[in-house]
Nanobody, 127 residues
Framework: QVHLVESGGGLVEPGGSLSLSCAAS????????LGWFRQAPGKKREFVAV??????????AYADSVKGRFTVSRDNAKNTAYLVMSNLKPEDTAVYYC??????????????????WGQGTQVTVSS
């Protein structure tokens, strides 16, 4: 059984930075795509970023709204994925979820392509 735990959320001012971590236990971490999604109040959950597994060479992809501001990475030795967020905006406020795919190694962006989800961590961008 795969278990994902996000950490690092909190309150930050506009223009600030925040780093999220996603620690995984179980499963084949290195060969799995790891994605980040977010859900703002009253909105659907949306794709944020993904990093592919070993076979993909760690390919990454980002939503247009975060490109150039967010960076996704992974440390397979620690079974941990990271999302570094900079130049944060109020519209980045959301619960952020990490997810791991059981089937896919590439830069997959759809929720149904992910088998396991964390509980989420709140990110609030406000002055």
């Amino acid at each position: 059984q795969v278990h994902l735990v996000e950490s690092g959320g909190g309150l930050v001012e506009p223009g600030g930075s925040l780093s999220l971590s996603c620690a995984a236990s179980g499963g084949y971490f290195g060969s799995s795509a790891l994605g980040w999604f977010r859900q703002a109040p009253g909105k659907k959950r949306e794709f944020v970023a993904v990093i592919g597994g070993n076979w993909s060479g760690g390919i990454t992809a980002y939503a247009d709204s975060v490109k150039g501001r967010f960076t996704v990475s992974r440390d397979n030795a620690k079974n941990t994925a990271y999302l570094v967020m900079s130049n944060l905006k109020p519209e980045d406020t959301a619960v952020y979820y990490c997810a791991m795919s059981q089937q896919y190694e590439g830069a997959v962006k759809l929720e149904w392509q992910y088998s396991y989800w964390g509980q989420g961590t709140q990110v609030t961008v406000s002055s």
